[in-house]
């Protein structure tokens, strides 16, 4: 089919690709993860493309059309990078963390550490029985030392109401878990249990992959990721960059925003040996 071209159609055609290339280019080599398979491919694209289409221009130049074989290639290359960049587009803006612990090629959870807070100690005389119910289980299994050492539960309640905290306190009287003092009534340092935790891997072992895992608010998974940057800073600093720790949020809903609030739950995953998963109920 002859299909007639317009004065200055085919330079605009040109320029087009070649800004459509470079874009793809700066977008899939700069700002997507380079931990992907497809980001291999990604690079080789952008690599081939600007010799294909020197290849084209000079063939279009020449002859006057492309071949069957050339505008194929064409297609393939075009049809690659608009699906690409329409898959980015419509992903999820936050991934489940049991999808980052698999692209990490980390199978095995070795300890999860469980940081929650509610500011409402009636809500958590609703969960904490099931809370209770899968610690008690966990130590009749392994023990309270083995139990202690591949999960911890760390729980803040920072309801302003003394009495319902006084009850709550009479309810977990007999629990085991208050007992290894896992239940605070108080809001949480977050600063300070990203850094004792990076801390205790320093301590332990010469290399550590932890992974902070949060479910909450917005504006407070924000936060916590400035403490966690501040915290790799400081490691990096001092001489430990193979301490690495990566965040992921499952934000939901929203918050008032207040500026002296300053909860959240980190959770971890060491590099061959640990992982983590959070969750949470109210923010005060």
């Known amino acids: 089919i002859d299909i007639e071209l317009y004065d200055g159609m085919v330079g605009s055609l040109k320029a087009l690709a070649i800004i459509f290339q470079m874009a793809f280019a700066i977008i899939s080599l700069g700002f997507w993860n ?5 980001a ?15 290849g084209w221009f000079r063939m279009y130049n020449k002859y006057g059309s492309l071949g069957d074989g050339e505008l194929a290639l064409f297609c393939l290359f075009t049809g690659y990078m608009t699906l690409r960049a329409w898959t980015k587009a419509v992903m999820p803006r936050h991934q489940s963390w ?30 904490l029985p099931e809370v209770l119910k899968v610690w008690d289980g966990l130590v009749k299994a392994w023990g309270l030392a083995a139990a202690m050492q591949v999960c911890q539960f760390q729980i803040y309640i920072t309801d302003n109401d003394a009495d319902a905290c006084e009850a709550l306190k009479l309810e977990l009287e007999d629990a085991s878990l208050y007992h290894c003092g896992a239940v605070h009534f108080g809001r949480a340092n977050i600063p300070r249990l990203i850094e004792d935790h990076t801390l205790e891997l320093i301590a332990e072992q010469p290399t550590s992959h932890s992974l902070l895992a949060f479910c909450g608010s917005p504006e407070l998974a924000t936060q916590i990721h400035h403490d966690k940057i501040s915290n790799d800073m400081v490691t990096a600093m001092i001489g430990y960059d193979k301490h690495q720790m990566e965040f992921v949020s499952e934000s ?22 640990a992982a983590a998963v959070v969750a949470n109920d109210e923010w005060a």
């Open 98 to 127: 049991k999808k980052q612990v698999n692209v990490d090629d980390a199978t095995k959870l070795d300890s999860l550490k469980v940081i929650w807070t509610t500011r409402s100690a009636s809500q958590a005389v609703k969960i």
């Open 40 to 54: 291999y491919i990604d690079l080789v694209v952008c690599i081939i493309a600007p010799f294909a289409d020197w």
């Open 252 to 273: 939901y809903g929203g918050s008032s925003k207040k500026k002296s609030s300053r909860e959240g739950m980190p959770a971890n995953r060491q590099e061959a040996s």
């Open 34 to 38: 380079g931990r992907d398979f497809l």
